[in-house]
């Protein structure tokens, strides 16, 4: 069986384009549970809590349940639910899931793969996390559920699993630095080493892993900070080219402030004359899907256009 395959294909509940990480999060929960104890299980009631704060914050941006991928997953053939009355989920429900005393485990099968080729731990998070997240927050999320990737990938082939997946345009960090003449388009940034530019990352706008194109009106160049805010959703795009600040965000020192909180309202900087700006269904997909909350009022409107 094709366990990479299998989780590539992972069956995910869609509508309007909304996104749904919802199975991809649990999975990678459950991966990084096993690589700390191979025999365990996750009884729904005691990681409920934790499940909600993963989904709050690398899921979509309206409230959402961890019992809905608890429950489903078992229909992908990587993951079992258990109750006290036997094998088989109770339902998505969040009350019957608890009074059930349901467990979830990796599949059997599945198990039995990671023991024979415990290196297959490694490359099934590398597809989930290419598929379903930019790669700014992949250290993030690997810590966040517990799981240590580099050790995971020991004994890999490079390049084994990758013929089946999408590739990038690695010329897409060229087009779009250029573009914006290498300079972050929110806060001008510009640092250099010798002749390489340093801190400043081609970011995608609407996210690759969600058929984001690798085009300059799909990029924007930020230093490594608000590239990072831009993905968790902290930093996003106006219908007019101005900078949003989600009302959400917190932060009281003077560096968050004149990092992050000055920058509501104020205009992108680039692209140069003769290039592409943001496409507007770029940008809407970004507000739709990343952005948390309502923007900021701009704490100085001399920045506002």
């Not at 036997?86 to 899931?97: A, K």
């Not at 490079?158 to 013929?163: I, K």
């Amino acid at each position: 069986m094709d366990w990479l395959d299998r989780v590539a294909r992972l069956r995910r509940w869609t509508n309007n384009d909304v996104r749904a990480p919802h199975k991809p999060l649990l999975l990678l929960y459950a991966l990084g549970s096993y690589q700390e104890d191979a025999d365990g299980e996750l009884r729904y009631s005691a990681v409920e809590e934790e499940l909600k704060r993963l989904l709050a914050e690398y899921g979509p941006s309206h409230p959402t349940t961890p019992a809905y991928p608890f429950h489903h997953l078992v229909s992908d053939g990587v993951w079992e639910v258990r109750t006290d009355q036997g094998l088989g989920s109770p339902g998505s429900g969040v009350r019957i899931l608890r009074s059930s005393g349901a467990t979830g485990r990796l599949a059997p099968g599945l198990r039995a793969a990671l023991a024979e080729e415990p290196s297959l731990l490694g490359r099934m998070a590398r597809v989930l996390l290419d598929a379903h997240f930019p790669s700014s927050l992949h250290a993030d999320l690997c810590e966040a559920v517990g799981l240590d990737l580099e050790r995971a990938e020991i004994g890999t082939v490079n390049g084994a699993d990758t013929a089946a997946r999408r590739q990038r345009d690695r010329r897409m960090r060229e087009l779009i630095l250029t573009a914006y003449e290498f300079q972050c388009a929110f806060c001008g940034y510009d640092g250099t080493l010798g002749a390489s530019a340093v801190g400043l990352e081609a970011a995608h706008v609407r996210w690759w892993s969600h058929d984001g194109p690798d085009e300059v009106d799909n990029g924007l160049c930020l230093c490594s900070l608000h590239h990072k805010l831009f993905d968790k959703g902290v930093l996003g795009l106006g219908e007019d080219r101005h900078i949003l600040v989600s009302q959400r965000f917190v932060g009281r020192s003077e560096a968050s402030r004149q990092h992050v909180l000055a920058l509501a309202g104020r205009p992108v900087i680039g692209p140069q004359l003769g290039l592409p700006p943001v496409a507007d269904r770029h940008r809407e997909w970004h507000v739709r899907q990343v952005f948390h909350g309502a923007p900021r009022q701009p704490l100085d409107r001399a920045y506002v256009g």
